[in-house]
């Protein structure tokens, strides 16, 4: 796959910045008092880099993609999570707006490994 370890590759590096930004996000205001949806948003983001991570150890395209396919069905998940919690009032659209640019950079980068990945037709 080109790379000694996942760690080098990009989009594992973002997903885990992610990850910790979530964590920053749910650890203060509204948020850090609603322990089921922090809950669930940090695990959704722990998922998203966990999964590329593992994806990647397998060391087969087939079992990789799908992996990555896991990941960005957890990337959803977080991005619906945040929507919700900007309508309910625990975040604001100025948090809500870098931590959403964050996921769609990353859906991208998902997207687009994939189809690196994909055998040709």
């Known amino acids: 796959m080109g790379y000694q370890s996942f ?5 594992w590096q973002e997903a885990k910045m992610l990850a910790v930004e979530i ?55 977080l991005v619906t999570q945040l929507e919700i919690s900007k309508e309910v009032g625990l975040i604001s659209e100025d948090v809500l707006m870098p931590v959403a640019d964050q996921c769609n950079k990353l859906g991208v980068m998902l997207t687009k490994l ?8």
């Open 7 to 11: 760690k080098e590759l990009r989009v």
């Open 23 to 77: 964590y920053k996000l749910t650890a203060s205001g509204g948020l850090s008092r609603d322990y089921g949806l922090k809950g669930q948003m940090q695990r959704a983001a722990v998922s998203i880099a966990s999964n590329i991570s593992e994806g990647y150890e397998r060391k087969s395209d087939i079992e990789f993609i799908r992996f990555l396919y896991i990941s960005k069905g957890s990337l959803s998940e």
């Open 114 to 121: 994939i189809q690196s990945r994909k055998p040709l037709k």
